[in-house]
């Protein structure tokens, strides 16, 4: 317990300089495009996890990929000590472009708002002095921890099997998985994680003048006959419990055409010619695979009735597989919660998959025993200009990793 206590001391005493590092990371522009900026981001945390003992190594992406790599740190101590798996992410949502990019406090120093400020810079600050506190308290030296800080969370490089391919080296070599991504609240983390795919429907028709649609040989037009695909998906397919199905971007008329990595298209027709061709590019998200083969087979079906004179066809690719909810999940979730009940906080609980989106820790899931995610600090408005942390809750999800990973570890 002396151990422990020298831990929690530390954090505590530490706190200060903890936010001050978020601060400085927050300022720095880390979008997913910005390599640049993500790389800065990585060279301090490379610094940081140095200092500790960790090797480090920046794995870069192919220059054709245009995205930042992966920082691995590896610190090994005893061969007999498990391995842990600590997973967050170095980039942002918000672009160099983006309005919203400086750090400052609100509510009267209670919170801070910024770009990244809890997803996932909240993340690497609490990875990075659960790891000081377990050296300070000796606890470090015997332990063998992996972090991979993954340069594009937010916007995965394809193909994946590239872009994740040092994370699941690790976890292959790993007994457990921790996620840092941000809580979304003081009593929940993180056992099940949906899987994604995206999907590409086009939809094509004869470009006649408008007059003539609705006859027998003009049909429909490409516009009606995709928008029968998507309401025959929202009416037939909505109700499904774990399963949502978004058209996130959609593009029609006389020419359609998607910039798929920017996410944004042009389109031109004419309000007196009937539309040529409509591109739709959504995205699926299941609970399971069971699900996600059913529901690819029933798109599919639905695209293949089109109206007359119109022509439907459906792609889709698979970008991240299910965290499966498991009982050792459940088990390492007892455990952290026993450490919160410990630090005198709250049980524990498993979120509802259907609240969170995916995550880096669902490419490893299968390759490890267990893992855990959502154990960043907590806050609101990720992915919005009202991206905002609780800045009490720092200390308190620090104090929870390192003493989980103590404990683990021994």
Do not use: C
């Given at each position: 317990m002396l151990d422990e206590q020298s831990i929690t001391s530390y954090v505590d005493s530490h706190s200060v300089e903890q936010v001050?590092?978020?601060?400085?990371?927050?300022?720095?522009?880390?979008?997913?495009?910005?390599?640049?900026?993500?790389?800065?981001?990585?060279?301090?945390?490379?610094?940081?996890?140095?200092?500790?003992?960790?090797?480090?190594?920046?794995?870069?992406?192919?220059?054709?990929?245009?995205?930042?790599?992966?920082?691995?740190?590896?610190?090994?101590?005893?061969?007999?000590?498990?391995?842990?798996?600590?997973?967050?992410?170095?980039?942002?949502?918000?672009?160099?472009?983006?309005?919203?990019?400086?750090?400052?406090?609100?509510?009267?120093?209670?919170?801070?708002?910024?770009?990244?400020?809890?997803?996932?810079?909240?993340?690497?600050?609490?990875?990075?002095?659960?790891?000081?506190?377990?050296?300070?308290?000796?606890?470090?030296?015997?332990?063998?921890?992996?972090?991979?800080?993954?340069?594009?969370?937010?916007?995965?490089?394809?193909?994946?099997?590239?872009?994740?391919?040092?994370?699941?080296?690790?976890?292959?070599?790993?007994?457990?998985?921790?996620?840092?991504?941000?809580?979304?609240?003081?009593?929940?983390l993180i056992t099940e994680r949906r899987g994604l795919s995206e999907w590409f429907l086009t939809s094509t028709g004869i470009d006649k003048h408008s007059a003539t649609i609705f006859q027998p040989e003009t049909g429909f037009g490409a516009v009606y006959e995709s928008a029968r695909v998507l309401d025959e998906i929202r009416s037939k397919l909505s109700g499904e419990q774990g399963l949502t199905i978004n058209p996130g971007l959609i593009l029609g008329g006389a020419t359609a055409q998607e910039d798929v990595p920017n996410g944004q298209g042009t389109a031109s027709g004419r309000k007196t010619t009937i539309a040529r061709i409509v591109s739709v590019h959504g995205d699926l998200r299941f609970s399971s695979e069971e699900q996600r083969s059913s529901t690819e087979a029933r798109l599919q079906e639905i695209a293949s009735h089109s109206l007359p004179q119109t022509h439907s066809e459906l792609k889709i690719k698979a970008i991240m597989p299910v965290m499966v909810d498991r009982e050792s999940n459940r088990k390492l979730l007892q455990a952290y919660s026993k450490v919160s009940q410990d630090l005198d906080g709250p049980a524990l609980e498993s979120a509802p998959s259907a609240e969170r989106g995916g995550a880096d820790i669902s490419y490893v899931n299968k390759y490890v025993t267990a893992s855990l995610d959502g154990l960043g600090a907590w806050g609101q408005g990720a992915h919005s200009e009202n991206e905002t942390i609780d800045l009490g809750s720092l200390p308190v999800v620090t104090k929870r990793a390192a003493l989980f990973i103590s404990r683990y570890g021994k």
């Open positions: 001050a590092l978020l601060e400085k990371l927050v300022n720095i522009n880390s979008g997913t495009d910005n390599v640049d900026g993500v790389v800065k981001v990585g060279d301090l945390m490379k610094a940081e996890l140095e200092a500790l003992g960790f090797d480090t190594r920046w794995h870069e992406l192919p220059a054709g990929m245009n995205h930042a790599g992966s920082l691995v740190a590896v610190h090994d101590g005893n061969k007999s000590a498990k391995r842990i798996l600590l997973i967050g992410h170095l980039d942002t949502v918000f672009p160099a472009t983006s309005k919203f990019q400086e750090y400052s406090l609100i509510d009267g120093g209670k919170k801070a708002k910024g770009p990244g400020v809890i997803d996932d810079k909240g993340g690497l600050v609490t990875i990075l002095y659960a790891l000081q506190a377990l050296k300070h308290s000796g606890a470090l030296q015997d332990m063998n921890i992996s972090v991979v800080l993954v340069g594009d969370e937010e916007l995965a490089a394809k193909p994946t099997e590239i872009s994740r391919e040092w994370l699941i080296a690790e976890a292959k070599r790993s007994d457990i998985a921790l996620g840092f991504e941000f809580a979304l609240s003081p009593n929940q």
